[in-house]
């Protein structure tokens, strides 16, 4: 079984930066996708970020410009840089890793941003 395991989330002002990780418990093979999603309170979970592959990757319109997917295969790591934050990118963010047959989620980590 793995776990992901997210951090970096936190309270910042509007117009400020974050990032946040999220590291597996073990190398994973056979990824389809790594991506980021959210969910505000009253909110229905959506899709960030997500990449299938280095150079494949999309955005929802909301962060584009402002956010980007990365990772770091070495360190089993995925990370989501958010720059120019907006009070409604308030939200848990979780990680999502998608394989054949399992899709890993992470536990969340809450961002909070002040206006």
């Known amino acids: 079984q793995v776990q992901l395991v997210e951090s970096g989330g936190g309270l910042v002002q509007a117009g400020g930066s974050l990032r946040v990780s999220c590291t597996a418990s073990r190398s994973i093979f056979s990824i389809n996708a790594m991506g980021w999603y959210r969910q505000a309170p009253g909110k229905q979970r959506e899709l960030v970020a997500r990449m299938v592959s280095v150079g494949r990757t999309q955005y929802a319109d909301s962060v584009k410009g402002r956010f980007t997917i990365s990772r770091d295969n070495a360190k089993n790591t995925v990370y989501l840089q958010m720059n120019s934050l907006k009070p409604e990118d308030t939200a848990v963010y979780y990680c999502?890793?998608?394989?054949?047959?399992?899709?890993?989620w992470g536990q969340g980590t809450q961002v909070t941003v002040s206006s």
């Open positions: 999502n890793i998608e394989t054949v047959p399992y899709t890993y």
